[in-house]
């Protein structure tokens, strides 16, 4: 079994920053693939960022490119989102999600294992 628990989030103003971890426990982390997700109310959860086993590929949504950032320390099992930019639409619940060999990492319903979500909200 993983777990996964994220943290960082809260509210910013428009223009701001945040960085959101995803520590994860119970199996080799590196193992997997990591992805963050996030969904508004009245929403389907939507892709925002995936990386890969090392590190060395990451995958963005259209939405966030160039203003969100993830990586990840094997060292320490944890992922990050670094979101500069922020703007009053991605307001949601972000949630990390682990998977050893997603189908398709911007499938929600590819990872196995879930986090219980921090709250962000943007004002503007």
């Known amino acids: 079994q993983v777990q996964l628990v994220e943290s960082g989030g809260g509210l910013v103003q428009a223009g701001g920053s945040l960085r959101l971890s995803c520590a994860v426990s119970g199996r080799t982390f590196s193992n997997y693939v990591m992805g963050w997700f996030r969904q508004a109310p009245g929403k389907e959860r939507e892709f925002v960022a995936a990386i890969w086993w090392s590190g060395g590929s990451t995958y963005y949504a259209d939405s966030v490119k160039g203003r969100f950032t993830i990586s990840r320390d094997n060292a320490k099992n944890t992922v990050y989102l670094r979101m500069n930019g922020l703007k009053p639409e991605d307001t949601a619940v972000y949630y990390c999600?682990?998977?050893?060999?997603?189908?398709?990492?911007?499938?929600?319903?590819?990872?196995?294992?879930w986090g219980q979500g921090t709250q962000v909200t943007v004002s503007s």
């Open positions: 999600g682990a998977d050893r060999n997603p189908t398709w990492v911007a499938r929600p319903g590819s990872y196995d294992y």
